[in-house]
């Protein structure tokens, strides 16, 4: 049913790349991602994909381009077209382990990843999986009209599962296309520094009252909490580094920054044990044993303009004229200067 792949162990980063293309798979080796932008070109109403060939030789210079620092940017406005399941625009990365063999689909077991307890793990050419990261974030999105939780915020990394109808047909409590890892950075308009925090997303039915995300800190506070971080904060252009590194059943989490102390979590993906130790009792009692997964990496903007009831929703400011946006503030954007992938580490 699914086609295997030989087992990978890349490294994504180049430094020193020999090439003088100034695209961004001329400074980072993009060979294992695909990207998606906020734009439309072929009329279908929804957001660009740019598969892993052409992203070779790819770049745009408002959402996705290498500056004059060498970092990769990504751009994304708050209005602008979406992928289908989402009111949030993003210039993002999404991880393709397959590279150029497109004979392997995307939902394939070889292009993706599970944990050790997933049922079929011993189908899939990839269990667990790490992806480090140095970034900064140049800008966030100033203007709301409901400032909720996701306001003036930006994911910069996340795991994802697999949103796979079949899987769902199973019966057996998967493929709601729900994420273990959100990275979030927030910046209130009128703060001088941001909060850097994590989210781990009960994987429930999306329909399932429980069905939410748990915020975890790092610098700062985390997104319910409107109080200026002050110096346990971290600024617009202060570079950070995270490390998601999941090996057998346990995602363990790194973050440093030169000025912080580094913040480190472990949790078990196969359970509903918590990142502090304690039983959740609403989440799934086999977390993501069931699901393949994937990492992704760039700027998901969380300032929707979708104006609804609901958590997500907070009516944020544009247009969907880029300049205009642009001027107004109404944006997202962040660079990379480290992106890495590789199979798997062991844990120390």
Known sequence: ????????????????????????????????????????????????????????????????????????????????????????????????????????????????????????????????????????????????????KPAYSVVVGQIHAGKDKEVIAQGKGFGWGNEPIKIYYKKWPNHDTGSVFWTYERNLAKDNPDRTDIAYPIWGNTWENPNDPKSSGIALGEEFSYTINVVGNIMRLTFSQKDKNTVTYDINLSNNIDAYGQVDEKDHSAGYSGDWLYFKAGAYNQCSTKDADGIWYAGCSGTGDWAIDKANGDYTSVSFSKLTLSDKTSQK
């Open 1 to 148: 049913m699914f086609k295997a792949v030989s087992t990978l162990s890349f490294a994504l980063l180049i430094t020193g790349c020999a090439s003088t293309s100034n695209v961004p798979a001329g400074k980072f080796d993009l060979s294992h991602w695909k990207i998606t932008i906020p734009l439309d070109r072929d009329n279908n109403g929804k957001a660009d994909d740019i598969d892993t060939k052409a992203l070779q030789s790819y770049q745009h210079s408002d959402f996705f381009y290498i500056d004059a620092n060498g970092e990769m940017v990504f751009t994304s406005p708050n209005k602008a077209v979406t992928t289908a399941s989402s009111s949030n625009t993003r210039s993002e990365l999404r991880q393709m382990i397959r590279g150029l063999d497109t004979s392997i689909g995307t939902k394939s077991y070889a292009n993706n990843f599970a944990i050790a307890a997933h049922p079929d793990a011993a189908y899939f050419n990839q269990i667990g999986g790490r992806l480090d990261a140095t970034l900064k974030v140049n800008h966030v999105a100033k203007n709301a009209k409901h400032p909720k």
